[in-house]
């Protein structure tokens, strides 16, 4: 089925629905690459998965095949918190993990990794000008803590930005940064997909796995997150040079292209309607 006469239907993409750039990112990131519109659906009803830490929700969702469908398509999804049961794996279609943690804990057999936020300047277009800021990400949950305010005023080379924006101000911020230091997974991810170094920052009780999974996907070594208190003593001596894993990141970006789905894209969508349409002869 087609929209009028020359566009493919909408895919059926699911991203967490939490004002949080990250996730809707993955809209963005998947009609960039697909060529299509991109809806966002219930989990039951999605085509695709494709960024966020969301093996968790699948969990719940697909206990059991879907049936009278095609297998819905992970592409680039990461683990949130151990999984111990693995059942429900085999109703999916994973094409691409976010990276080996997460595989591992899964028993997938898999050598290439990748996050779709690592195509952030295909999706959003070039870096702006760089400045001499730090820009600091909250974890979305933290943006109202007083604790985040009273750093950044120690300061005047920090620079707050709340993660709960659109993609399109919170990239455009992280890629102007001289660094960035990111309780955010997908700050510290963008700011790799731009060249721009960045700390990881304490992300107050949230589990730390996905942010392992992503660093080893890369080849970054990022062991521990800094505290919070500690982050206005480093912007003076924040890193500004090249990244040291950047052979990582663009093997990264050269999976995650390599991965998508053919079937998801709108030329092969609109191939399978022209075939459906034809007349029988």
Known sequence: MTIGTDRPEPLKLYHWPAANFGDTLSARAVAWISGREVVNVRPKQAELFALG??????????????????????????????????????????????????????????????DPGLLAPDVLGPAPVRDDHVVVIPH???????????????????RLVDPRQEPEAVCAAIAGAAHVVSASLHGLIVADAYGVAS??????????????DYAASVGRYMPAPVAIDAVPGLAARAATGPLRYADGIAAARDALI???????????????????AAPVT
């Not at 693995?86 to 993990?97: A, C, H, K, Q, T």
């Not at 700390?199 to 392992?212: F, I, R, S, V």
């Open 53 to 114: 830490s969301l093996l968790h929700v699948l969990a719940k969702a697909f206990p059991e095949p879907a049936p009278g469908r095609p297998k819905p398509i992970l592409w680039g999804t990461g683990v949130l918190n151990p999984i111990f049961r693995r059942e429900f794996l085999d109703n999916l279609d994973i094409r691409l993990m976010r990276g080996p943690v997460g595989a591992a804990i899964c028993r997938i057999e898999m050598t290439e990794f990748g």
């Open 140 to 158: 979305h949950s933290q943006m109202d803590a007083p604790a985040i305010a009273a750093m950044v005023a120690r300061d005047a080379r920090l």
């Open 199 to 212: 700390t990881w920052m304490d992300p107050a009780g949230q589990g730390l796995m996905k942010y392992h």
């Open 258 to 276: 390599r991965h998508f789905p053919k079937e998801l894209r709108a030329d092969a969508t609109m191939g399978q309607a022209a075939k459906a």
